[in-house]
């Protein structure tokens, strides 16, 4: 059976990342894919906060070029952070309509690091804007947020990953500003929305038996310190598993073996 493997937000931190991939025997040394057929996912956020967001954009590509070669496969969601220096630089000092501040001052606001702005190129842009919004794996739906923007984008994971394309693909100030906003909420699957009602309505129109997401750092949701977090956490009556580990609040990060 091939291995599954879903790790959740970087934020930059790269190193952190190597040290995990090489626990779980992904990759060697030279940071080179060892992971044969697995299946690797990550749920968005690979930039913002950290020291080195596009170095871990460079080893995602890198990585996903060499599975793809042994049989495997590696691939990342986009998450809001993502869209966010997307925004930078697509939309630079434009004014975002609503927000009273340019795209780029929202991405500084959000964690933005300027090394990141200064070494993006149109191949990291165009890779990026490339990036699904949705996924299946097996019986799991992957999503970066635990957010309820998706289904107004689409009545599937198709349409949902389309209509986001074309927003990014465009430079249409409002629609990017909607965009963020939305993309930025947290805990739609949590008790005090519905909880397991609210993540079965959700899978019931994108399919799947359990949401995967990233986004909501794990310790916010336990009130437990980062540094302690080293598993993802099942919730809303076992239909949702964050897979967040905070690791720009000084998580350890984890990655986590779907099947």
Not at 115 to 121: K, S
Not at 122 to 131: Q, S, T, Y
């Amino acid at each position: 059976m091939t291995a599954v493997h879903v790790t959740g937000d970087v934020h930059g931190h790269v190193d952190k990342l190597r040290g995990l991939l090489r626990r779980c025997a992904l990759i060697d040394d030279n940071d080179d894919w060892t992971g044969a057929e697995s299946r690797l996912w990550f749920v968005g956020d690979l930039v913002n906060h950290g020291p080195n967001g596009v170095g871990a954009v460079d080893l995602v590509m890198r990585l996903q070029r060499q599975a793809a070669a042994a049989g495997g496969m590696v691939d990342t969601l986009l998450g809001n952070h993502d869209v966010v220096l997307l925004g930078a630089a697509r939309l630079g000092d434009r004014q975002a309509p609503g927000a009273n501040k340019t795209f780029r001052q929202i991405w500084r606001e959000s964690g933005g690091v300027p090394e990141d702005l200064d070494r993006l190129t149109d191949a990291h842009v165009a890779w990026l804007c490339g990036r699904p919004v949705m996924a299946h794996e097996g019986d799991c739906l992957l999503l970066h947020a635990d957010a309820p923007f998706y289904a107004h984008h689409g009545g599937s994971i198709a349409e949902t990953n389309a209509a986001i394309a074309d927003i990014l693909q465009g430079e249409e100030p409002a629609r990017w500003a909607r965009l963020l906003e939305v993309f930025g909420e947290h805990g739609a699957f949590v008790a005090a929305v519905g909880g397991s009602e609210a993540a079965d309505a959700f899978l019931r129109r994108f399919g799947g038996e359990r949401i995967v997401h990233g986004h909501t750092p794990v310790s916010k949701m336990t009130g437990h310190p980062p540094e302690t977090v080293v598993e993802p956490l099942l919730y809303a009556g076992g239909r949702c598993l964050d897979v967040d580990a905070g690791m720009y609040l000084g998580g350890p990060g984890f990655v986590c073996q779907m099947a």
